[in-house]
């Protein structure tokens, strides 16, 4: 079942623009993470927060977490070409343990024009 | 660097033919994860495994089953392969959560099969 959904399902900007992707989701987490998946290969884990956590950074990247709101953001700055590419939020319910998977949402497909 | 891989990049398979998929990974991880992507419908989650022969249903197993006799290969068996099929397959593995409320951690993927059912 699906739980992140991002927002916008598309964004195109200009290279050295900061792009902003949002995740919402519906239950109480553990943890939340944003992949990026270049066209037509797998998924390249970005960043992992944690439900005690607010903010954290990584390189380019910044991700915020609202579990009030039940909201994340992920912030590229500077963007460049190579940042084109689908980006993905995954939640992990904090119900229940085991080893199931993260549930994914459909993604953002974000493209920078040079 | 963890690595994920994954027997075939690309597959064109009949319509009833039995289909395998392989996956492997060399970081001695415990879990791992079946998902197919489709266009509009994200990433599903197919069978996931916590342990060498354990498997668990996901959220989309109908028509698909899986085998784990070794620890760092997980393969996805199509046993009669359809056209509802055709789609975008990845793998992935990792670490067990920490702890029992600990949340699920970094998965990592492999580059994907597409396949294509006729």
């Known amino acids: 079942s699906q739980q992140g959904e991002e927002d916008p399902q598309a964004l195109s900007i200009q290279e050295g623009e900061n792009a902003t992707m949002n995740c919402s989701y519906k239950?109480?987490?553990?943890?939340l993470q944003w992949y990026r998946q270049n066209s037509g290969r797998g998924l390249v884990h970005l960043i992992l927060i944690r439900s005690n956590e607010r903010e954290k950074h990584s390189g380019r990247l910044r991700v915020t977490l609202d579990t009030s709101k039940k909201s994340s953001s992920l912030l590229i700055t500077a963007s460049r070409a190579a940042d084109t590419a689908s980006y993905f939020c995954?939640?992990?319910?904090?119900?229940?343990?085991?080893?199931?998977?993260?549930?994914f949402g459909k993604g953002t497909h974000l493209i920078i024009q040079p | 660097d963890v690595k994920v891989t994954q027997s075939s990049r690309y597959l064109v398979k009949r319509t009833g033919e039995k289909v395998f998929l392989e996956c492997v990974q060399d970081?001695?991880?415990?879990?791992m994860f079946w998902y197919r992507q489709d266009p509009g419908l994200g990433l599903r989650l197919i069978y996931f495994s916590y342990d060498v022969k354990m498997k668990e249903k996901g959220d989309i197993p109908e028509g698909y089953s899986v085998s784990r006799e070794k620890k760092e290969r997980f393969s996805l068996i199509l046993e009669s392969a359809s056209t509802n099929q055709t789609s975008m397959y990845l793998c992935?593995?990792?670490?067990?959560?920490?702890?029992?409320?600990?949340?699920?951690?970094?998965?990592?993927f492999g580059p994907g099969t597409r396949l294509l059912v006729l």
């Open positions: 239950t109480s987490i553990n943890n």
């Open positions: 995954a939640t992990d319910a904090a119900i229940g343990g085991g080893a199931d998977g993260l549930t």
């Open positions: 992935a593995s990792s670490l067990p959560p920490a702890g029992l409320a600990g949340g699920r951690e970094t998965q990592y």
């Open positions: 970081m001695d991880h415990e879990n």
